[in-house]
């Protein structure tokens, strides 16, 4: 059974720093690329960056670029999402998911964690 | 504002059939598969269609959904009062090198 856990809630102040993890179970790791997304109070999702397991490379959304660092570590079937300089607008659930987007298509090898709660 | 978008409600009495739309672009939906997830507050995202209209197992087919050009749509027939969440759609951007979303559509049944 393909599982995705993440840490628990979290309280920061503004102008801190949150760091995320996401621990993987049931899939090979490297063979999916995982992806962060924001889901603020009341709204929709956003996505923030994806990394590749299999070699580390990183993409961000461009509205969190330079804000936002995105890691795996293969060893420990984890990634993690590291947030700075927050403000009371990063107040959000925060999920990792599997989605499968290939070529022009999609496949339903889509799981997400069970969210984490970040209040600034 | 979201980049694909949803109308924010929609509503149908039980038995009905309500539709959901979403608006995109030539470098998402004009182009690339659109996901169809079902969110109930307090829970993650579940997907439930892909692909081209394709519903993961266990997935009812009272869901279906359609694209033409930059729009797609989902179909909910033989409503029932469990239908009641938030509905998203997401497509690939190969602009933006990653997904995006609609705002999201509350359904009601009423």
Excluded: H
């Excluded at chain 2, 509503?11 to 690339?32: A, L, Y």
């Amino acid at each position: 059974e393909v599982q995705l856990v993440q840490s628990g809630a979290e309280v920061k102040k503004p102008g801190a720093t949150v760091k995320i993890s996401c621990r993987v179970s049931g899939y090979t790791f490297a063979d999916y690329y995982l992806f962060w997304v924001q889901q603020a109070p009341g709204k929709g999702l956003e996505w923030i960056g994806l990394v590749d397991p299999e070699n580390g490379k990183r993409r961000y959304a461009g509205r969190f670029q330079g804000r936002v660092t995105i890691t795996a570590d293969t060893s420990r079937d984890t990634a993690y999402m590291e947030l700075s300089s927050l403000t009371s607008e990063d107040t959000a659930v925060y999920y990792c998911a599997t989605m499968d987007f290939y070529g022009s298509g999609s496949s339903d090898f889509d799981y997400w964690g069970q969210g984490t709660l970040v209040t600034v | 504002q979201s980049v694909l978008t949803q109308p924010p409600s929609a509503s149908g009495t039980p038995g009905q059939r309500v539709t959901i739309s979403c608006s995109g672009s030539s470098s998402n939906i004009g182009r690339n598969a659109v996901n169809w997830y079902q969110q109930v507050p307090g829970t993650a995202p579940k997907l439930l269609i892909y692909n081209k209209n394709q519903r993961p197992s266990g997935v009812p087919d009272r869901f279906s959904a359609s694209k033409s050009g930059t729009s797609g749509s989902l179909a909910i027939s033989g409503l029932q009062s469990d239908d009641e969440a938030d509905y998203f759609c997401a497509a690939w951007d190969d602009s933006l090198k990653g997904p995006v979303f609609g705002g999201g559509t509350k359904l009601t049944v009423l």
